[in-house]
């Protein structure tokens, strides 16, 4: 249901050094690091598109395995090749239902079977890109229309926990 991404952005077609915040996405790195870490030349980073996912290897505050987020605010921008990146390669599959199972993290138990002894490079899990397409199962309802009503019923619920915690 998902393909690999390995797109150079070799004619420079973006200027826009991506990283991925667990907290809130992917993110220019000029917002989230007050500059930019990525070499100044992106021409060998991937160029990630929007509605495509990012898997970053990294551990942050409560995401032990790292983090899967979809690219939402920007059209397109640049990613290390530390990233692995992915996109949706059939019509049965809703990118909003992919994204809010990315978000529970249910996914770790199928990570934490590939991840190498040694685990860590880095700070970087050792995680072996076709054992994580080969391994990672998505658990998904088979009705496109199913996967919709439960990704806008999660998203709804975030929205409302957002404004509670504004709030109180």
Partial sequence: MCGRITRKNKNGESD???????????IDQRDFFNNVVAAQDLSNYYLLKNGEFAYNKSYSNGYNYGSI????????????????????????????YMECFFDTLNWYSDI????????RNHGLLNVDTKAFF???????????????????????????????????
């Fill in 69 to 96: 987020k979809r690219l939402n605010a920007y059209e397109q921008g640049c990613l290390s090749t530390l990233y692995i990146c992915f996109g949706i390669i059939t019509d049965d599959i809703e990118s909003d």
């Fill in 134 to 168: 080969d391994e990672v199962t998505i658990k998904m309802p088979s009705s496109k229309e199913e996967q919709r009503k439960i990704s806008a019923y999660l998203k709804n619920l975030d929205n409302l926990i957002t404004l509670h915690q504004r709030y109180c």
């Fill in 16 to 26: 826009l050094p991506l990283t991925i915040a667990s907290q809130y996405g992917l």
């Fill in 112 to 119: 934490t079977l590939i991840c190498a002894e040694g685990a």
